[in-house]
């Protein structure tokens, strides 16, 4: 009859002692699985951010070149006005899609443009606009990103003609 009562208390025992070692056993797993998961998580998001600074510096580059090549431009609008050197840089400079000249009171002379009908004499005003007052102060202008139509990403670049002189010697 003391076997019984024995048997009981033994297979609860080893319930126990099972049921103790599937919990312990689950619980590391889901730790290991959790320090994986933040190891792995933290190796992409270090990853990434080493894509994004070299996208960063590559993107900073070309804008560089393409500020260079409008500065070359202005510096020679400041002696004359010409569209043929617009559809020069247009054709050597694929990123630029339009190009234009303001006079010393902000109206627009001359636009050449691969999306828009190009404009000569227009005088349309912008004194009050950023890309007209930022480079009277002496350095260029850079716009936010815009979308047009939907497409492609574009930034207005604007640079005075002694900017242009003094960043970029002959």
């Known amino acids: 009859m003391r076997s019984g009562p024995r048997r009981s208390l033994l297979r609860k025992y080893a319930l126990l002692l099972v049921t103790l070692l599937g919990v312990a056993l689950t619980a590391s797993g889901l730790l290991e699985m959790y320090s994986s998961y933040q190891a ?52 050597n400079v694929p990123a630029v899609a339009e190009v234009g000249y303001l006079d010393a009171s902000g109206r627009e002379q001359l636009r050449v443009s691969r999306l828009d009908l190009d404009v000569a004499g227009s005088e349309a005003d912008f004194s009050r606009e950023q890309k007209f007052l930022a480079p009277k102060l002496g350095g260029p202008y850079f716009s936010p990103v815009y979308f047009r139509d939907g497409s492609e990403p574009y930034m207005t670049i604007a640079v005075p003609a002694r900017w242009a002189r003094s960043r970029f010697p002959a």
Do not use: C, M, P, T
């Open 40 to 91: 792995h998580k933290n190796a992409l998001l270090a990853i990434q951010k080493g894509e994004a600074s070299v996208a960063a510096s590559r993107i900073e580059q070309f804008i560089a070149d393409v500020e260079r090549q409008v500065s070359l431009v202005a510096e020679a609008q400041s002696v004359r006005v010409s569209d043929l050197d617009f559809a020069r840089v247009l054709r």
